[in-house]
């Protein structure tokens, strides 16, 4: 083990001031409840969480433990909140906040830490490790501490209804010429890509890097809605199922995107919204955005693995598994499996679409991170860590012997692709939407 800050990942845009250092002592005061402080002062140091974490097990440096950056608040609160820290600070780790702290805070929260929770998963007190280091990213964030690069995907999807920035111009162009593919490979002149349809009983939300790098996989979810003949639509605004406040900690502007999408579902009186294959997304929409809305959802959602295991269970399409195959393995995103609950359905539908699925171990929920989660991706002042961080997900791909990695996300997707370059993997990487549309048998005989 090591120890040492890397001091240029650890170098702020610009030196914390006192103001700053209000803000987040403020933020934190109104946030640590009481459940909080308790599970911040539990922990026993056992180590089991570093050996959890891809982050440690690649770099063991001290300021990759997930304890260390938990302890990081637990230290700030000592200092304030108890009467040890007070008076023998050093005695018990206490330490006021300052700016060579917050440094720290910054380097640890935002740069060694993927919020994928599995040091939660894998701690003997129960604490919520990455709920902790988040609340941490809500405080720094409080005080205009959160990456620049991250903040810009923050922003841009508050300013354009989408963090690609994406004009309503671009977006039904894109429209426009899948739905000629579509027609193209179903032979079906009257095929559509239905845009702004009202009363219908799906709203398909999307992540913007599929509009702009990965089309392809909006014609798949196309092909399938198409052969099943369900009734649903994209929107012209608002569609993004991400939402990057999940990552930059700001808890506010969460709120206005995850609202966002249940009001585009209102003005078309859609009865469902469908999310995209996106993990953060789904953990985003599906579980957070109430919290942060303070109030129940009015439209419900639910994933498209789920709608593609009905699908398939209702007979409304059909795979031909003969038409994949290579061994094909499944990549759990973190947002989606350990923290969001949905494992089975990917597995009920690739077992149908493939002939050869081959499991990663560990898998399901106790899956290894792949590295790009926790705003990584976005976050380039620390693109070295977030490639070594994910030799842990290469390492388990290569093992399977697998040519085919099947990812439902697309930060997922764009990190496995980085991986497969670096480490030469060697495999093609697709979603699960596309995997069952490259099987589907349009008009199989009665």
Not at 137 to 145: D, I, K, P, Q, V
Not at 294 to 305: A, T, V
Request: charged share 20%.
């Amino acid at each position: 083990m090591t120890s040492g800050p890397d001091v240029n990942a650890c170098k702020l845009d610009s030196p914390a001031t006192s103001e700053q250092l209000n803000q987040i002592i403020a933020s934190l005061e109104a946030t640590l409840d009481g459940e909080l402080v308790s599970q911040i002062l539990t922990c026993v140091h056992c180590g089991l969480c570093a050996d959890s974490c891809h982050y440690f097990l690649t770099n063991p440096e001290n300021e990759a433990i997930p304890a260390y950056k938990a302890g990081l608040i637990a230290d700030f609160y000592k200092s304030r909140h108890t009467v040890a820290g007070r008076f023998f600070p050093k005695l018990v780790g206490a330490r006021p906040l300052d700016a060579g702290s917050v440094a720290a805070w910054v380097d640890s929260l935002y740069g060694r830490c993927s919020l994928c929770g599995r040091c939660t998963l894998n701690c003997t007190m129960g604490i919520g490790i990455h709920q902790i280091i988040r609340r941490g990213r809500t405080a720094l964030a409080s005080a205009g501490l959160v990456p620049s690069s991250l903040q810009s995907t923050v922003d841009t999807a508050i300013n354009s209804g989408n963090n690609m920035g994406i004009s309503k111009e671009e977006w039904l162009d894109t429209i426009a010429w899948l739905t000629e593919e579509l027609q193209g490979e179903t032979g079906d002149p009257t095929a559509e890509l239905p845009l702004d349809k009202t009363d219908v009983d799906y709203l398909y939300s999307i992540n913007p890097r599929e509009a702009k790098f990965y089309p392809l996989s909006l014609l798949a979810a196309g092909k399938i809605f198409y052969a099943a003949g369900v009734s649903w639509t994209f929107a012209s605004d608002n569609y993004d199922v991400t939402n990057y406040g999940l990552f930059s900690g700001d808890d506010e502007k969460s709120a206005l995107i995850a609202s966002r999408l249940q009001d585009t579902a209102i003005r078309l009186r859609a009865k469902t919204i469908i999310l995209g294959e996106c993990g953060h997304g789904f953990n985003a929409n599906r579980w957070e955005g109430p919290e942060w809305r303070g109030k129940p959802h009015e439209i419900p959602e639910i994933s498209i693995l789920d709608i593609l295991e009905r699908m398939l269970a209702e007979k409304k399409i059909t795979v031909d598994p003969g038409k994949h195959t290579k061994p094909v393995t499944l990549h759990d995103p973190c947002n989606l499996g350990r923290l969001g609950g949905v494992v089975d359905p990917q597995r009920v539908v690739l077992r149908q679409a493939v002939s050869n699925l081959v499991e990663m171990n560990p898998n399901r929920e106790k899956n290894f991170c792949c590295g790009g989660g926790g705003g990584q991706l976005s976050m380039t002042r620390y693109a070295e860590r977030r490639i070594k961080a994910g030799q842990m997900k290469a390492d388990q791909i290569a093992a399977t012997g697998a040519k085919v990695v099947v990812a439902p996300c697309h930060n997922c997707i764009d990190q496995l692709s980085e991986l497969n370059k670096h480490y030469k993997l060697g495999v093609d990487i697709k979603t699960v939407t596309e995997m069952v549309a490259d099987a589907l048998v349009l008009n199989p005989p009665a």
